[in-house]
């Protein structure tokens, strides 16, 4: 399942970058409400975006794994 990372939201466009780092710019109106940047995303099987809240909280955990080990006193 490919997923998507909210790059930015300029006016009523959200730029999409995939896994494969290419960018698709996407209407805003055809994501979920209060979609940010920085939201991964994937397409369900009817074609729609949804938010992959795990998927953020894993990366959130382990980027705040490596800045704990950068500054680990």
Same mark, same amino acid.
């Given at each position: =399942? =490919? &997923?998507?990372?909210? %790059?930015? !939201? !300029? $006016?009523?466009?959200?730029?999409?970058?995939? $896994?494969?780092? #290419?960018? $698709?710019?996407?209407?805003?109106?055809?994501?979920?409400?209060?979609?940010?940047?920085?939201?991964?995303?994937? #397409? %369900?099987?009817?074609?729609?975006?949804? !938010?992959? @809240?795990?998927? $953020? @909280? @894993? &990366?959130? +955990? #382990?980027? +705040?794994?490596?800045?704990?080990?950068?500054? #680990?006193?």
């Amino acid at each position: =399942m =490919m &997923r998507y990372t909210v %790059d930015r !939201i !300029i $006016e009523n466009i959200a730029v999409l970058e995939d $896994e494969n780092k #290419k960018t $698709e710019n996407v209407p805003l109106n055809t994501l979920p409400p209060l979609v940010r940047e920085g939201n991964v995303l994937f #397409k %369900d099987s009817n074609g729609n975006f949804v !938010i992959d @809240a795990d998927t $953020e @909280a @894993a &990366r959130r +955990q #382990k980027a +705040q794994s490596l800045i704990d080990k950068l500054f #680990k006193k």
